[in-house]
């Protein structure tokens, strides 16, 4: 990542990130990349060990590195506790502010009366706010986002290019939005019929996000049927994740890809969610749980509690492997006991 062109020598990063510098601290720094991409004036880290022969090779400016790594480099090092971390901090500080962020509203953005909107805050181009919409101090809408009636957007939050916050719908402090994502949709809600056509359920409620939130391209969050579906603070979100109806997502919980929630489900404090993982709706999935990829919750999962694998299967013989399973451990203590009487009898 390069950056908008401010530069800080390799003893002020050091200084930066309580490191200590090995070589020429006087070395320009302008961007960041790893260490494979790196090229001349840009700061790279090192992680782990195995990537050793990479930092040989690398032609980066200068390289974090662990207070006790030893090895050669071509470049200048800084020594610190924590490299990956150190790295974000760096990231921080150098990255460039948005391109094109002026405070303001753009003259092609559509803005109704009674929109309120706050000091420094930016509307981009093409933007569409509707009646009531609060916009927050220093908050961006970077071009073509929908607000729609009633809609709120808290301070310094950002929502880039093509987001959609629905009616109604209220977005906290310092929250990025990413690419394309629709807050607000109508949740998956319908009544069959006799004869086995569908009559939609109104979906009247609203969604609510959090402080410090970010959530990632095409992502949907539905509208609670009635009531709210909520998003907690510090709640991290990925690309093309799924949360229906009168969910509930606990404070600091990362979902990661392709995440799909179904509705009412209660979803705790510091709960991982990896790629492809899903929940059921109604259920509860405690503080601090795991469920890993690919992995199905489909009844409460307690707190700390690790979910992990799943494949689909017609249903008889879903069930009867699944049954099976839970003696598996009774049956390997029996294996184990036949086989060594097996044993016993051919040394007699």
């Known amino acids: 990542m390069k950056t908008d062109g401010a530069m800080k020598t390799v003893a002020e990063i050091a200084a930066l990130v309580d490191g200590a510098v090995e070589g020429d601290g006087d070395v320009q720094i302008t961007g960041l990349a790893g260490l494979r991409a790196a090229r001349s004036g840009d700061i790279s880290f090192l992680a782990s ?3 050793d022969a990479i930092l040989a090779d690398t032609k980066a400016a200068a390289v974090l590195v662990r207070t006790d790594w030893e090895g050669n480099s071509p470049c200048p090092l800084i020594r610190v506790k924590k490299p990956d971390a150190a790295m974000t901090q760096i990231a921080l500080e150098l990255a460039p502010e948005y391109p094109g962020a002026t405070p303001g509203v ?5 803005v109704a009366d009674d929109v309120e909107i706050g000091e420094g805050a930016c509307v981009g181009p093409l933007c569409v706010l509707e009646d009531g919409v609060v916009v927050g101090k220093g908050a961006l809408l970077v071009a073509s986002c929908y607000l729609g009636a009633g809609a709120r957007v808290g301070e310094d939050s950002v929502l880039h290019a093509h987001v959609s916050v629905r009616e109604g719908c209220t977005i906290g402090a310092r929250t990025i939005i990413h690419d394309g994502s629709v807050i607000g949709s109508d949740g998956f809600g319908y009544d069959r019929q006799d004869d086995g056509s569908w009559v939609k ?3 009247v409620g609203i969604v609510e996000v959090g402080d410090d939130v970010e959530i990632g391209s095409c992502t949907t969050i539905d509208r609670g049927r009635f009531g709210r579906t909520v998003i907690e603070n510090g709640v991290k979100i990925d690309n093309l994740v799924q949360i229906a109806h009168n969910t509930v997502v606990g404070e600091n919980t990362a979902m990661a890809s392709q995440v799909g929630v179904a509705g009412s489900t209660v979803i705790g404090r510091n709960v991982q969610m990896a790629g492809k993982a899903s929940a059921v709706g109604h259920i509860t999935i405690g503080d601090n749980a795991i469920i890993g990829g690919n992995s199905a919750a489909h009844k409460d999962v307690a707190p700390g509690g690790i979910l992990m694998g799943f494949m689909g299967r017609p249903p008889m013989a879903w069930k009867r492997i699944r049954a ?9 203590r029996r294996v184990k006991k036949l086989e060594q009487e097996v044993e016993n009898l051919k040394e007699e």
């Open 49 to 51: 060990r195995k990537y």
């Open 324 to 332: 099976a399973q839970e003696h598996l451990p009774e049956l390997l």
């Open 201 to 203: 359920i109104p979906q």
């Open 106 to 110: 753009h003259p092609s953005a559509v």
